[in-house]
């Protein structure tokens, strides 16, 4: 629909399209495009689904916290490593997750790796993209074959499983589903990632109380 007229698509108007997805992508933007038809049936099933009139893309903004990025150099300071894979490293990068010489993968990738080949490459993966719970148990896994204590966010279901295998399983309290935050170890009462660290810098401070006490004795 260009212009109120509509045209047969053609491979212009899909590039052109593609090239619009991918700019709004690597700006750290959610997109969707619409379509519409005339419908005159009574009930709109799967099948109806075809001869669409694209209108265009909207483009999202869902912007980090603006705690988060300190809330991530603290984290790689203290050694804890934490949708469309362009649009994820945008937004990683804003917030210090992804930097140069950094590896972004989806979930098919993933499929693709044999066990050897991602325990190579895990260290410098940085930003996950469209995985499945399958993908989330494995990418725990394979951080705790490597001897580190995995902690693991998430709000909904699909998390679960991953939030059950973590060492510490870490839920959302506000827009967290009951079936996340019931296989979850800790909750976040405020559903903010700088809570998480608030919370490593106390626990480590009691961990030295502790250690200091026991060596004082």
């Known amino acids: 629909l260009i212009n109120g007229i509509k045209e047969p698509i053609t491979k212009r108007h899909l590039d052109a399209i593609e090239k619009e997805n991918q700019r709004c992508a690597n700006n750290g933007l959610r997109v969707l495009g619409f379509a519409y038809k005339d419908y005159r049936g009574n009930q709109v099933t799967l099948e109806d689904e075809h001869d669409l009139t694209f209108i265009g893309l909207v483009s999202l903004m869902d912007p980090p916290r603006i705690e988060s990025q300190d809330a991530v150099a603290k984290c790689k300071i203290a050694g804890i490593t934490g949708d469309h894979v362009v649009t994820a490293r945008a937004i990683a990068t804003q917030i210090g997750i992804y930097e140069d010489g950094d590896l972004s993968i989806e979930g098919y990738e993933l499929d693709k790796m044999s066990e050897e080949e991602l325990d190579e490459k895990l260290p410098h993966i940085s930003v996950y993209a469209r995985v499945a719970p399958e993908h989330k ?81």
């Open 137 to 217: 148990i494995r990418i725990v896994k394979a951080w705790q074959k490597r001897g580190d204590i995995v902690a693991m966010t998430g709000d909904g279901v699909n998390d679960a499983p991953a939030l059950k295998t973590a060492d510490i399983g870490i839920g959302m309290g506000i827009t967290g589903t009951e079936v996340s935050k019931g296989a979850s170890d800790m909750i976040l009462a405020d559903d903010n990632f700088a809570t998480i660290i608030v919370a490593v810098e106390e626990g480590r401070k009691v961990f030295s109380n502790i250690q200091k006490t026991i060596q004082y004795l």
